[in-house]
């Protein structure tokens, strides 16, 4: 059986909404394997801040990406000050999640950064 994939390119938005509530345009280029994002902000003194990532274009279409989305989806929300929050605290859940985004999304667990409250 061949391994089928989300093409990342196809979700894309158009804006991104800044912690600050700013709408910033979405500037994103891909080749055929990664995605690269960036946006720019109004800052102070007529200043510009960009900012930019890299992202695989491509994430597996498996029940582990479907498990990983819906725990997601169930447990994820967002702060005021636009850090993301993930509400479960059950380890082997975490380290799932952490690990799903360490090898489809490149994003290491080194990135991460946590508390608990």
Excluded at 105 to 116: A, G
Aim: net charge neutral.
């Amino acid at each position: 059986m061949e391994k089928e994939y989300f093409d990342l390119k196809e979700f894309l938005p158009d804006l991104i909404i800044t912690s600050s509530g700013k709408q910033c345009k979405l500037n994103a280029g891909a080749d055929k394997l990664y995605i690269s994002l960036a946006y720019q902000t109004e800052q102070f003194n007529n200043a510009k801040g960009e900012f930019s990532f890299t992202i695989p274009r491509f994430i597996s279409k498996n029940q582990e990406t479907f498990e990983v989305l819906g725990l997601l989806q169930g447990e994820m929300g967002k702060t005021h000050n636009g850090c993301l929050v993930f509400a479960n605290s059950e380890p082997k859940i975490i380290n799932k999640v952490l690990k799903w985004f360490e090898r489809e999304l490149e994003i290491k667990r080194v990135h991460w950064k946590w508390y608990l409250n």
